[in-house]
């Protein structure tokens, strides 16, 4: 009996064993700084408002989209706000770049200049609000041992005050 040719090319592996549970492991985004949905909304939108002064603007339908998208989602509208929950989670220097910017913020800086200045990984799952600890720890399984329940009900309390639910 003749052996049959397959009927698809065989897929490729993926290249690495990413995962966000307990165990952080990002591979070659591990010290990656990201970007949250609040941010990301202020970078494209100072980008558009740059390209329209000059009027070099192509709105194109993912661009249309992701816009629409990050009006939604974004969790901070206000500049000065996403720089103060920025300022409040830079100190925790026991939280990885990628927990932080889950809880709401992108990286080390804290002038939101520097992000307008570019950085290299959009986070779409970012900025998660988590309400209480335990649902924090439940959505962002790493922060399991790197803080008490209590300070991370301190700084999640902290980051909610800062929300404008009315925009």
Known sequence: MAATAPTSRSREQPAGDEEATSDLKLGEFQNVPTLTLSEARVLINAVMDRRKQQRKVEETETLVKTLDYLDVFARFK??????????????????ELFERSQLGMHQTST?????????????????????????AKTL?????????????????DEISKLRNFTE
Not at 78 to 95: C, F, P, S, T, Y
Not at 111 to 135: A, I, P, R
Request: charged share 25%; glycine share 8%; hydrophobic share 35%.
């Open 78 to 95: 206000q500049k000065e706000n996403i720089e103060a929950v920025e300022r409040m989670l830079v100190g925790h220097d026991e939280l």
């Open 111 to 135: 002038d939101m200049g520097d992000v307008l200045s570019g950085l290299t990984l959009l986070n779409y799952g970012g900025s998660l609000c988590c309400e209480t600890s335990e649902e």
């Open 140 to 156: 962002i399984p790493s922060l399991a041992n790197k803080i008490t329940d209590i300070d991370l009900q301190e700084l999640l």
